[in-house]
């Protein structure tokens, strides 16, 4: 599900236009981005917590040629469900479920995409709407 069929499903059952509707996602979903960023965790009830953990640097192998090389210490964002939602989805047979749709990863001049995952991690860093 993507965020445009969220708008949409909200949108037909509280009454209000796309638009008013997107704009109440979209600013939900930059409040919760600024309170994560500015307390580092943010609990919302019966969904879940998000939560930014350290991961330490480390002493990694490229599986291509052999090198060692030195991962750096990043930020990550860590997702616990709430108690709720892990019942709920305890009861699912995954069996029962769509196939998620997969869409190809865009290829890169060199081919390898590691410069247009590059170029996605920075884009990620910023948030437009934050300012």
């Not at 998000?50 to 291509?64: G, Q, T, V």
């Given at each position: 599900?993507?965020?445009k069929e969220i708008v949409r499903m909200i949108s037909e059952?509280?009454?209000l236009t796309q638009l008013q509707t997107k704009d109440i996602v979209q600013r939900t979903l930059d409040e919760i981005t600024r309170t994560l960023v500015a307390e580092?965790?943010?609990?919302?009830?019966?969904f879940g917590v998000?939560?930014?953990?350290r991961h330490a640097p480390r002493k990694a192998?490229?599986?291509r040629t052999g090198e060692k090389v030195d991962i750096p210490a990043k930020n990550v964002v860590t997702f616990k469900p709430g108690k709720e939602m892990e019942?709920?989805?305890r009861k699912i047979?995954?069996?029962t479920l769509p196939e998620p749709a997969v869409e190809p990863e865009p290829e890169s001049e060199s081919g390898s995409g590691a410069e247009a995952r590059d170029g996605e991690d920075e884009a990620?860093?910023?948030?437009?709407?934050l300012a």
């Amino acid at each position: 599900m993507t965020k445009k069929e969220i708008v949409r499903m909200i949108s037909e059952e509280m009454g209000l236009t796309q638009l008013q509707t997107k704009d109440i996602v979209q600013r939900t979903l930059d409040e919760i981005t600024r309170t994560l960023v500015a307390e580092g965790r943010i609990e919302l009830r019966n969904f879940g917590v998000f939560e930014i953990k350290r991961h330490a640097p480390r002493k990694a192998r490229n599986p291509r040629t052999g090198e060692k090389v030195d991962i750096p210490a990043k930020n990550v964002v860590t997702f616990k469900p709430g108690k709720e939602m892990e019942e709920q989805v305890r009861k699912i047979d995954l069996k029962t479920l769509p196939e998620p749709a997969v869409e190809p990863e865009p290829e890169s001049e060199s081919g390898s995409g590691a410069e247009a995952r590059d170029g996605e991690d920075e884009a990620a860093k910023s948030f437009p709407r934050l300012a």
